[in-house]
Each structure stands twice: as structure tokens, then as C-alpha cells.
């Protein structure tokens, strides 16, 4: 079955400063998609990033940019220029490619911003 | 605004009512999933349904009932809750076309008194 870790419960971050968020994940598929999630006090959940695992190249949206390691099984996401809007909780998921697909996540982690 | 549309986005019921969460999601994708979300718990994935056929239930208890007509629409039949039924309940939607992304709704808190 697969697994997603996030070991760090709580992180904080200076306002305009940079933070990266840890996740590991266990699979034994070769073919498949990790996210971040933000989910805001409004409890939405809003997806931030997504990589495929086919692709080396480092998935990357504006501030938001990922380390994927794909041999150590790690998916972290670095936050740059850290704004007061980015407080909130962040997911990491995994899920299979293919059809009846679903995500698996981790226990999420609640990132503060200090002004 | 993800294109998936949760009501109510707030329940308050009766363990003995019979009440319904309503998603609709308008994006075009095959897939719809509720979870769950309790405040000590991790999400937890509930039921998937793919072209409108059910194919995930993650051992759900039965005073939970899903329905879905087509791909477009969702329900969560709820009856005999229970208090720790209470918790935020995500709509999802998604495809493989998307790269098997899912979009959330708002959420509907339910509390049961």
C-alpha cells in the first residue's frame, strides 16, 4: 500500500523569507503523480503544485517550486518570498496514473508566517 | 471558485434526522470522491465514483449512503449519525485527462448534536 509522510507537524517562516516543506512517500508503482495542497483557515483545499514522476525536471509555480527525488522517494516544496497569505496547512499526495486513481495523503503540516 | 460546488456548506442534525450533502462539479471529469475530515485525523478518503459507477468504499459505515446519478452530481445520504460523525466533508472531482488531479469543493461541516 502506498504511503504518504510528513514528519514535521508545525514550521514557522520570517515574512519574505524561504521555507521547505518535507514529504516521503513509499510506492512501488514506477508511474505516478505527487502533489501540495494548501488548505487556508477557509478550509478549502487548493492545489499548489503537482509533479509527474516520468519527469525529471522539478515541477515549478511561481514561488512555489519542488524537490523530487524520485530514488530517495521525497517530495519537499520550497515556498520563496514567504507572504502572510501562505499560512495555512499543506498536504502532500500521491496517487497512481490510471483510471479508479486516488489520492493518498499525508498528515499535513501547519505552516505559519511571522510578519 | 474550483468548479466544484458544495451545499450546505454548514449541517446541524439531529442523531435520529435524515439529511443529504449535496456536490455538483462542473469541469467534465469522470471521477467524484468524498472525504473526510475529522480535526485529529488525517483526510480520509470515504467513497470514488468513476463514470458513475462506485469504486471505492473504504469500508464506510452505512449510515453513510452515496448516490450518484451521473458525473456531474454527488450526494452523501446521512441518517442515525453519530457525535463523531461531526467533521468537514470534501467533494472532489477529477479525471484521468487531468493528470488524475482532483479539484475540491468548499466542504460542508456537518455537526451532529
Known amino acids: 500500500a502506498q504511503t504518504v509522510t510528513q514528519s514535521q507537524p508545525e514550521m514557522s517562516v520570517q515574512e519574505a523569507e524561504t521555507v521547505t516543506l518535507s514529504c516521503t512517500y513509499d510506492?512501488?508503482?514506477?508511474?505516478?503523480?505527487l502533489f501540495w495542497y494548501k488548505q487556508p483557515p477557509s478550509r478549502q483545499m487548493i492545489l499548489v503544485i503537482r509533479?509527474?514522476?516520468?519527469?525529471?525536471q522539478n515541477a515549478t509555480e511561481n514561488r512555489f517550486s519542488v524537490n523530487f527525488q524520485k530514488a530517495a522517494k521525497s517530495f519537499s516544496l520550497k515556498i520563496s518570498d514567504s507572504q502572510l497569505g501562505d499560512a495555512a496547512m499543506y498536504f502532500c499526495?500521491?496517487?497512481?496514473?490510471?483510471?479508479?486513481?486516488?489520492?493518498?495523503f499525508g498528515k499535513g503540516i501547519t505552516l505559519s508566517v511571522r510578519p | 471558485e474550483t468548479g466544484v460546488t458544495q451545499t450546505p456548506r454548514h449541517l446541524v442534525m439531529g442523531m435520529t434526522n435524515k439529511k443529504s450533502l449535496k456536490c455538483e462539479q462542473h469541469l467534465g471529469h469522470n471521477a467524484m470522491y468524498w472525504y473526510k475530515q475529522s480535526a485529529k485525523k488525517p483526510l480520509e478518503l470515504m467513497f470514488v465514483y468513476n463514470f458513475k459507477e462506485q469504486t471505492e468504499n473504504n469500508s464506510v459505515p452505512s449510515r453513510f449512503s452515496p448516490e450518484c446519478p451521473n458525473s456531474s452530481h454527488l450526494f452523501l445520504h446521512l441518517h442515525t449519525l453519530q457525535p463523531e460523525d461531526s467533521a468537514l466533508y470534501l467533494c472532489a472531482s477529477g479525471s484521468t485527462g487531468t493528470g488524475n488531479t482532483i479539484y475540491f469543493g468548499e466542504g460542508s461541516w456537518l455537526t451532529v448534536v
Open positions: 499526495a500521491y496517487t497512481r496514473r490510471g483510471a479508479n486513481s486516488k489520492l493518498t
Open positions: 510506492t512501488s508503482e514506477s508511474d505516478y503523480y
Open positions: 509533479q509527474e514522476a516520468y519527469k525529471q
